[in-house]
């Protein structure tokens, strides 16, 4: 994977952040419509950022020991997820609530990213994100209020970035904990499943009050889920020729070098009466 490459966008995209207009005139939701919102915001508030922003699996400090250059990395991602809480927040005090610093849900959800380490973690944290990004994307679709899509619009855009780094963690991984087989996309079909079922437990009564339907959610978040899949392959298979690629250029690289230090006989004859040889072409 191309850290600097990651890091460059993670630092660009915290420069080029749009704040939504909060003073902005607010849509005229019915008070079962506003309700059930404010209560789903509530929760997505502390859930996206507002909990510990970093990793937090018991293998933490061994997993940075084997990958250092990855501890700035999830930094500078987990700002952008602090970054979100912080737009909730608003979002929640635009409409008249109080953030709230604990639920039961999001208690056991670190519990386990804790109790199953970093690798498990990082499958948590995507799934989350794929799922998250499709209640965003209906949020943007029906929740009509100005300042309350724009939020969405940037968060899309921010938990894109998200899915394709996992993608790109994933799919160029070189310790051979990714296989990528048939048994891994059902494992990742099935988690998702269970995650978005859960996301949607929460948020449904939310959701279908502003206008969206269970099916729309679920093919949503499972279309996302596969694309996931397919282009994290594509992009193992490009990983792999390019290695491949590598490692059958270097002793070609090397002979080629020999054949250029030692000119051959042809090239001797030809330049009979000249004082050197000639000089390669660059």
Not at 22 to 37: D, G, I, N, V, Y
Not at 41 to 60: C, N, V
Not at 83 to 94: I, T
Request: contains cysteine; charged residues 25%.
């Amino acid at each position: 994977m191309e850290l600097q490459s990651w890091i460059n966008h993670f630092t660009r995209n915290g420069t080029d952040r749009p704040e939504p207009n909060w003073e902005a005139p607010r849509h005229p939701f019915t008070e079962s419509q506003h309700r059930a919102l404010l209560h789903s915001l509530t929760q997505f508030q502390l859930g996206d950022g507002g909990g510990p922003a970093y990793l937090i699996g018991h293998d933490r400090e061994s997993y940075f020991g084997k990958h250092p250059q990855m501890r700035t990395l999830v930094d500078l991602w987990f700002v952008e997820e602090k970054r979100h809480s912080e737009l909730l927040g608003k979002a929640v005090q635009r409409m008249g609530g109080t953030p709230i610093t604990k639920h039961w849900s999001f208690s056991i959800f670190c519990g386990v990213r804790r109790a199953f380490g970093v690798s498990f973690e990082f499958y948590a944290l995507l799934l989350t994100e794929i799922t998250s990004n499709n209640y965003y994307k209906l949020l943007r679709k029906y929740a009509g209020d100005p300042a309350i899509v724009a939020m969405a619009e940037l968060i899309i855009r921010d938990e894109t970035g998200h899915i394709a780094f996992h993608r790109d963690r994933i799919a160029t991984d070189e310790d051979g904990h990714y296989s990528l087989s048939f048994a891994w996309a059902a494992m990742l079909y099935l988690l998702a499943l269970g995650a978005g079922t859960m996301l949607w437990i929460n948020h449904r009564s939310a959701l279908t009050r502003l206008g969206a339907t269970t099916r729309k959610f679920y093919r949503g978040f499972l279309q996302e889920t596969r694309w996931f899949i397919e282009t994290t392959r594509e992009r193992r298979g490009e990983s792999l020729k390019a290695r491949r690629g590598i490692r059958e250029d270097q002793p070609r690289h090397r002979q080629s070098q020999k054949r250029r230090a030692m000119p051959t006989p042809e090239s001797h004859s030809a330049n009979i009466g000249s004082s050197a040889f000639p000089c390669e072409r660059r």
